[in-house]
């Protein structure tokens, strides 16, 4: 339990508790506690008409919540710098690789969330995501932003607007297979993606990395 207790706090002190885990009512996160249970379980998990395909929004949530390797923290300071946040969510990489389990197959779903309930320029958001991207594919992890309007399109509908959330976040989570999508718009993140799951990209997957160079 104490090496349990000691990787789920970050350099910067900060509490991580799975999803379904009450944590203590002094912790930043007491709060938005109901509303990100809410809002992984109805709206992550769960298929939508505009998505453009079947399945859940997110199909990463469900096993990661079902496997209790789902992790969230919260920063509620009202003086965040976007400088702040990339420092917090960088912070975050040490942890999550601690955090159980650290080898085999479900070790791939941990993920962890991180809400900035106090920030409501949500460009600060996207930049840090934007700034942070780079440095995260290449170990072998995505970055994501969510927030009340996020504009960014869906991959299969640009209508649909999927990475919406009551309150502002950035998500961390291993690269899987099924990534290219979210990578194709730079040959550096592609060259990532190819290192690690060249040899098993599925069928779909590899027709898109195709389309997607074919001249």
Known sequence: MKELDECVRTHTGISLTRLFDECPSTDPLAPYQAHIRKWATAYLTAPHPKLGRTGSVCPFTEPSINKEIFWVGCVDRPDLTSEDIERTVTDMVT????????????????????????????????EAQRRLKKEFVAMGLMIGQFYPGCEEPGIRNPDFRPLQSPLALLAIRHMVGSDFPFLATKAEWVEEHLKRFASAIPAVVRSMIAAKFDT
């Open 95 to 126: 942890g999550f690789h601690r955090l159980p389990p650290t080898e085999g197959p479900d070790a791939l779903l941990k993920a962890i969330i991180i809400l900035f309930p106090t920030v409501t320029d949500y460009n600060m958001i996207d």
